[in-house]
């Protein structure tokens, strides 16, 4: 590969418009413009996120092209998220990326999001331990739950995921069932820092044994508070701490369980995590002890490679232009899409 090669990622899968400079595996620029809008309805509204994604995107890319300190005439290759993700904020990055690929006369680089979430740990490599393949990788965030056996760059299997719904929305939608503000999922780990992770147990969801199932653990959550508060109105300011801490021992719990499964079941004892909800520092803690008792390797991504970024986007499209895995104008972006 020329030494001279930089790579633009572009990331619009959700509500973050995000974009980076790569070169050898080095990020230039990691440039993130989030959407406050959505804490008004408590979620993500789409038609809002793609609106925002229209603003975003050119002051966005223009300050990632800044910081790195490069003309766009230097760029080696467009790096994007074809999916999956939510339709109109994939299609703002897409469009955009098919027009500068094309104004540039450069290759084009259709990347899937959930692969980007687990090739993070090849970023600035020197600087820190990636691991070697095959490695477990547990993908967590607001929309994915999954195991995946990675054999290489671009082989990857997907051993168990989600039957429902994604552990990062359970994490916010046990906050919103107790008044806290969206994202939720934060507010409960930073609550559960100061509280009794053993004060109230919930029943751990039973499915295969590398499956998830969190619809149930969320309608406990409901089911919990509300009759507590029948109770006591003032339960859950009493109890804040304790309740986030209990929540979130039981999810990260039932994670540690099925990704104990996935190395008894492989031998594979290389386990990396990836995706928004690795950033919780629950998980990290309980795979650094993992580690100390089970002889277990664990790969945890630095805090800014854990949120949906374009660096990420950018280390998948500099490994694909290696080997030349370009892609057609004539690609289209894809909500749902298979790892």
């Keep these: 590969m020329n030494k001279n090669t930089y790579i633009l990622g572009i990331e619009s899968s959700c509500d973050d418009t995000a974009a980076a400079v790569i070169h050898n595996g080095v990020v230039l620029s990691n440039v993130v413009a989030g959407q406050k809008i959505h804490e008004e309805y408590g979620g993500v509204v789409p038609e809002l996120a793609s609106r925002a994604h229209q603003q975003n995107i050119v002051p966005v890319v223009h300050q990632a092209l800044r910081k790195a300190n490069i003309d766009k005439k230097q760029l080696s290759a467009i790096a994007f998220t074809q999916g999956p993700g939510l339709m109109g904020s994939l299609l703002v990055g897409?469009?955009?990326?098919?027009?500068?690929?094309?104004?540039?006369?450069?290759?084009?680089?259709?990347?899937?999001?959930?692969?980007?979430?687990?090739?993070?740990?090849?970023?600035?490599?020197?600087?820190?331990?990636?691991?070697?393949?095959?490695?477990?990788?547990?993908?967590?965030?607001?929309?994915?739950?999954?195991?995946?056996?990675?054999?290489?760059?671009?082989?990857?299997?997907?051993?168990?995921?989600?039957?429902?719904?994604?552990?990062?929305?359970?994490?916010?939608?046990?906050?919103?069932?107790?008044?806290?503000?969206?994202?939720?999922?934060?507010?409960?780990?930073?609550?559960?820092?100061?509280?009794?992770?053993?004060?109230?147990?919930?029943?751990?969801?039973?499915?295969?044994?590398?499956?998830?199932?969190?619809?149930?653990?969320?309608?406990?959550?409901?089911?919990?508070?509300?009759?507590e508060t029948n109770k006591n109105p003032n339960f859950v300011s009493e109890n804040l701490e304790d309740i986030c801490a209990s929540i979130q021992y039981t999810i990260v719990d039932y994670l540690m369980d099925k990704l104990k499964n996935a190395v008894a079941i492989t031998g594979i004892k290389q386990v990396a995590i990836g995706g928004?909800?690795?950033?919780?520092?629950?998980?990290?803690?309980?795979?650094?002890?993992?580690?100390?008792?089970?002889?277990?390797?664990?790969?945890?991504?630095?805090?800014?490679?854990?949120?949906?970024?374009?660096?990420?986007?950018?280390?998948?499209?500099?490994?694909?232009?290696?080997?030349?895995?370009?892609?057609?104008?004539?690609?289209?972006?894809?909500?749902?899409?298979?790892?």
């Design 94 to 227: 897409t469009s955009f990326s098919k027009s500068l690929a094309m104004g540039l006369d450069i290759p084009l680089i259709a990347v899937n999001h959930m692969q980007a979430h687990i090739l993070a740990h090849f970023i600035n490599a020197e600087e820190q331990t990636a691991p070697t393949f095959p490695f477990i990788a547990l993908t967590i965030s607001g929309g994915h739950t999954q195991i995946v056996k990675v054999t290489d760059y671009f082989e990857m299997e997907i051993l168990g995921e989600t039957i429902d719904d994604a552990v990062g929305e359970a994490f916010d939608k046990s906050a919103k069932i107790l008044g806290l503000p969206y994202p939720g999922g934060p507010l409960i780990d930073k609550y559960a820092q100061s509280g009794n992770p053993l004060a109230y147990p919930f029943t751990k969801p039973k499915v295969g044994d590398l499956e998830f199932s969190f619809s149930g653990l969320k309608t406990a959550v409901l089911y919990f508070v509300e009759r």
């Design 276 to 339: 928004g909800v690795s950033a919780n520092s629950g998980i990290r803690n309980a795979l650094k002890e993992a580690e100390k008792e089970l002889g277990w390797k664990t790969y945890i991504p630095r805090f800014e490679y854990c949120t949906d970024n374009a660096a990420m986007i950018a280390m998948v499209g500099e490994l694909k232009y290696k080997t030349q895995q370009f892609s057609s104008n004539n690609l289209v972006a894809k909500a749902r899409m298979k790892l």
